[in-house]
């Protein structure tokens, strides 16, 4: 089993920044690569990015790209989602997610966090 916590949500003004982290324990082996999800109230939840397991392939949804940065730290089994320049569109539950693939859509993910609540104010 592998097991994923979120961490570093908060509530943020706009143009604010957080830092979330994914610490990944357990059979870790079974996992490559990470994403990060968010889900709005009400609505689907929605990928935001992925990070390979080396950590040279990266991809963002348009939605936050040049605005959020993926990383990991292999040693510490953990990944990071840095949000800088926030919205008030960005508030919502993110969820950190892992398997063998970095994919865009939830369906290609096992592993899952409890998800960490962030919230943007206007």
């Known amino acids: 089993q592998v097991q994923l916590v979120e961490s570093g949500g908060g509530l943020v003004q706009a143009g604010g920044s957080l830092r979330l982290s994914c610490a990944a324990s357990?059979?870790?082996?079974?996992?490559?690569?990470m994403g990060w999800f968010r889900q709005a109230p009400g609505k689907e939840r929605e990928f935001v990015a992925a990070?390979?397991?080396?950590?040279?392939?990266?991809y963002y949804a348009e939605s936050v790209k040049g605005r959020f940065t993926i990383s990991r730290d292999g040693a510490k089994n953990t990944v990071y989602l840095q949000m800088d320049s926030l919205k008030p569109e960005d508030t919502a539950v993110y969820y950190c997610?892992?398997?063998?693939?970095?994919?865009?859509?939830?369906?290609?993910?096992?592993?899952w966090g409890q998800g960490t609540q962030v919230t943007v104010s206007s």
């Open positions: 990070i390979s397991y080396s950590g040279s392939s990266t």
């Open positions: 997610a892992g398997d063998r693939v970095a994919s865009r859509w939830t369906y290609d993910y096992t592993y």
């Open positions: 357990g059979r870790t082996s079974s996992i490559y690569d």
